[in-house]
């Protein structure tokens, strides 16, 4: 059994930062990718940025250059650097992870709400 937790989101004006962090939990040997998606009200979930168990990172086009991801490996955390923050960015974050290939977990969803 394998549970993801997000933390770290919350109300932020324009211009603004937010750290999100997901930590694995259980049978979590063997961590492939993490990724963070995102949904907007009335929109599909997107997928905002990724990194490979080896460090390789990719990301958006709306977010290259202003946010970051990373991971802990020793702590089984994915994080999510997110700066000079825009309204356009709010929506609920998904923490994704594929642990043990080929299984996926998703986590609960964290929201980011930007003020104009």
């Known amino acids: 059994q394998v549970q993801l937790v997000e933390s770290g989101g919350g109300l932020v004006q324009a211009g603004g930062s937010l750290r999100l962090s997901c930590a694995a939990s259980?049978?979590?040997?063997?961590?492939?990718?993490l990724k963070w998606y995102r949904q907007a009200p009335g929109k599909q979930r997107e997928l905002v940025a990724g990194?490979?168990?080896?460090?390789?990172?990719n990301y958006a086009d709306t977010v290259k250059g202003r946010f970051t991801i990373s991971r802990h490996n020793a702590k089984n955390t994915v994080y999510l650097q997110m700066n000079s923050l825009k309204p356009e960015d709010t929506g609920v974050y998904y923490c994704?992870?594929?642990?043990?290939?080929?299984?996926?977990?998703w986590g609960q969803g964290t929201q980011v709400t930007v003020s104009s």
């Open positions: 990194i490979t168990s080896g460090g390789n990172a």
């Open positions: 259980g049978s979590t040997r063997s961590i492939g990718d």
């Open positions: 994704y992870a594929q642990i043990q290939w080929p299984y996926i977990y």
